[in-house]
């Protein structure tokens, strides 16, 4: 059998507020959105704190979302590649939000060069590296843009911790531990 | 005249543009996952509104959150202002930001860097 206290107890010990895994849709995206708002209404959370949270959960969970897309539906793993796992927990007045998802693992060093650029610059060179990518960078149809990560890292002040994990020799898991201080 | 004017959503701003007043106004929250489908018929009100402005535009922006989708079609939409102003017509970009709210002060300084359309910072009360 499950063992659901072991989850419990895991889940308790890193004050998850929230979780989730599975298929991400706009309705869910919309769901945990709403839901995230009034969970930190009620905890009476600082304005500013408030808006870094909200933005990070933003861009984290649509960044998932557009993901989803680029899986390959016919792939005999396409299961695998729907699914994503997100949560938020509070520990030591820092917010964690961790998502994991499955992503090709041709692409894995493509995406790791890239938040090394991003974990590499200054609070300054982050906002000129974002106003370039702003205005010269190519958009995707549904709008994203590259701007995601780059938005993280400025709203959150920290350097995304990330990691990448083999599955098989064609897909490696990918999560993202974004922290966000609470003063 | 014409008018565009777009109800708000939790995750979409109210849009109202007024060809008559020269007046257009975004407010609200703009987190769409499909953010160029959402600008579309701004931009092209846009586009017709530019081949016979007002010679005063005012533009207020009040934008409690945005994701960074939605800000590749704000700066578009700020690329057809900055066209009409170049074509010697008054544009004034104001962009609102609550008190304590550095991020959205900043996001409408780096606009400002690179449109070239007078922006007025406006500090609101929260």
Same mark, same amino acid.
């Given at each position: ?57 933003? =861009?984290?969970? +649509? ?7 680029? #899986? *390959?539906?016919?792939? /005999?793993?396409? %299961? @695998? ?56 960078? =190519?958009?995707? +149809? ?7 990560? #780059? *938005?993280?890292?400025? /709203?959150?002040? %920290? @350097? ?24 | ?126």
């Amino acid at each position: 059998m499950l063992d659901i206290y072991d989850f419990y107890d895991k889940m308790e010990r890193n004050n998850i507020m929230l979780s989730f895994k599975g298929d991400v849709t706009s309705e869910l995206l919309t769901s945990i959105l709403q839901i995230m708002e009034s969970k930190l209404d009620n905890m009476q959370e600082e304005p500013k704190v408030k808006r870094k949270v909200y933005n990070v959960l933003v =861009e984290c969970l +649509q960044n998932l979302y557009h993901h989803m897309d680029e #899986i *390959d539906q016919n792939d /005999k793993v396409a %299961e @695998k590649g729907r699914a994503a796992i997100f949560m938020i927990g509070r520990v030591d007045n820092q917010y964690n939000i961790i998502t994991g998802n499955y992503v090709k693992s041709d692409n894995v060093n493509p995406l790791k060069g890239r938040i090394d650029t991003i974990n590499s610059l200054s609070k300054e060179e982050l906002k000129e590296y974002y106003k370039t990518v702003l205005n010269n960078g =190519e958009m995707s +149809q549904k709008g994203g843009g590259g701007l995601g990560f #780059i *938005d993280i890292a400025r /709203k959150s002040g %920290e @350097k995304l911790a990330y990691n990448f994990l083999p599955v098989d020799d064609r897909y490696s898991f990918f999560s993202l531990n974004i922290k966000i201080a609470q003063n | 005249m014409e008018k565009l004017s777009i109800e708000g959503t939790p995750k979409t701003p109210t849009i109202n543009f007024d060809f008559g007043s020269g007046v257009l106004e975004i407010k609200g929250r703009s987190i769409p996952e499909n953010s160029i489908e959402f600008y579309k018929p701004l931009v092209e009100t846009l586009e017709k509104y530019s081949s016979k402005p007002q010679a005063n535009t005012d533009v207020n922006i009040q934008l409690e959150y945005f994701n960074t989708s939605s800000s590749k079609c704000i700066l578009d939409v700020f690329k057809k202002l900055e066209a009409i102003h170049k074509n010697g017509n008054k544009i004034t970009i104001n962009w609102y930001y609550e008190q304590d709210d550095e991020d959205m002060l900043e996001a409408g300084e780096d606009y400002q860097a690179i449109i070239s359309v007078p922006f007025k910072m406006i500090q609101v009360e929260e």
